[in-house]
């Protein structure tokens, strides 16, 4: 049995709690949710509606009817994180069939299964995300063309994302198509289809500093991400492997910009039950989900890795974990 030992009364609470960590990360993702509406209208409403509520419907039922759980864990807003981190992941046209489904995988196999919060080796979203993408790959990766409230939610007008075209522009050394990336500025903006979470760069670094400002998260994984992103990136171009009309300072802006780099960065590599405990823990985990992003980009059939790259770097957390800094007193080994 173990035995803790505290120190003598009065002692004080920090005001910490994991309902007030969930709600702080879902303010944080509100702006770059409102420019997603904007952007999609209705299609983003009602995605991440159906995945909100299925995500917190299938924590219910689980903890009620399988666990037998007197106290339901629905009001600590995991749930409801894990339904907007979700929706974040999905294009807005997405079917509703096929929304639930990700919300119950994700939510059922991703997280209750292993015990609930807590307990689970991998981030739930990106569980229900590449669970969907390897079910349905055609309509998850049918993008529609951001037209406001105007874009249809079912059979809307479809294009190609901007890592699409980068990594034809790259594989194929076609500069002819450079034309169809968005304006940086556009992209920094979020004027470019995607999903709900890549639209915009600016809204997702504003919520993300507003993380690390209060002390929800700390800089080492988003910081060691981005970082390997941009010098891996910049090897790319300085080593020539980019077509005339592409430099090498937009190929690392476009990299960054675009897709779920930021939104993973900050939002899913950041998770506190999947990520490392240690500092230098953190720098690596970050460094090789860095590097397992671009080398799916790279050379891999993907446009896009973060999801699989987060969920790569989750399994190695235990092993990472064993990295701690040398106890006051202690020799090394």
């Known amino acids: 049995m173990a035995h803790f030992i505290t120190a003598p009364a009065p002692h004080t609470h920090s005001g910490d709690s ?36 299925a995500c917190v419907a299938t924590e219910w039922l689980i903890s009620r009817y399988l666990l ?25 046209s997405l079917d509703w069939w096929i929304v639930l489904i990700g919300a119950v995988v994700a939510i059922g196999v991703g997280k ?16 229900g995300r590449v669970f969907l993408l390897i ?15 105007a874009t249809k939610y079912i059979d809307a007008e479809t294009g190609a994302t901007p890592l699409y075209y980068l990594k034809h522009i790259v594989d194929a050394g076609d500069g002819s198509v450079i034309n169809q990336l968005p304006d940086l500025m556009n992209a920094f903006l979020g ?24 002390g929800v998260i700390t800089w080492h994984i988003p910081v060691s991400i981005i970082a390997t992103v941009a010098l891996f990136a910049a090897c790319t171009g300085w080593a020539g492997m980019l077509p005339e009309g592409l430099d090498t300072c ?24 999947t990520s490392p405990m240690t500092a230098w823990g953190k720098i690596i985990f970050g460094i090789g989900i860095g590097v397992i992003v671009m080398v ?9 890795g973060m999801s699989f790259a987060i969920l790569i770097m989750n399994a190695c957390v235990p092993l990472l974990n064993k990295i701690r800094p040398t106890r006051f007193g202690e020799k090394k080994k």
């Open 296 to 304: 799916i980009r790279t050379w891999g059939n993907y446009p896009e």
């Open 135 to 149: 079910s349905f790959p055609a309509q998850m990766t049918t993008w529609p063309v951001p037209q406001g409230f």
């Open 112 to 127: 209750m299964t292993f015990g609930g919060l807590g307990q689970n080796p991998f981030n739930p979203a990106l569980v």
């Open 18 to 53: 994991v309902r007030r960590n969930m709600l702080l990360v879902i303010l944080a993702l509100l702006p770059a949710y409102v420019v997603s509406v904007i952007e999609f209208g209705w299609g983003a409403l009602i995605t991440a509606a159906i995945s909100i509520c």
């Open 250 to 273: 937009h190929y690392v802006a476009y990299e960054l910009l675009t897709g779920g780099l930021m939104l993973g960065a900050f939002f899913m590599a950041t998770d506190y039950v």
């Open 191 to 214: 004027v470019m289809g995607g999903s709900l979470g890549e639209v915009c760069a600016l809204a997702l670094i504003i919520g993300g500093l507003f993380l690390i400002c209060t």
């Open 68 to 92: 037998k759980e007197k106290r339901q864990t629905i009001g600590d807003l995991s749930a409801v994180l894990t339904g907007l981190l979700l929706a974040f992941n999905l294009p807005s």
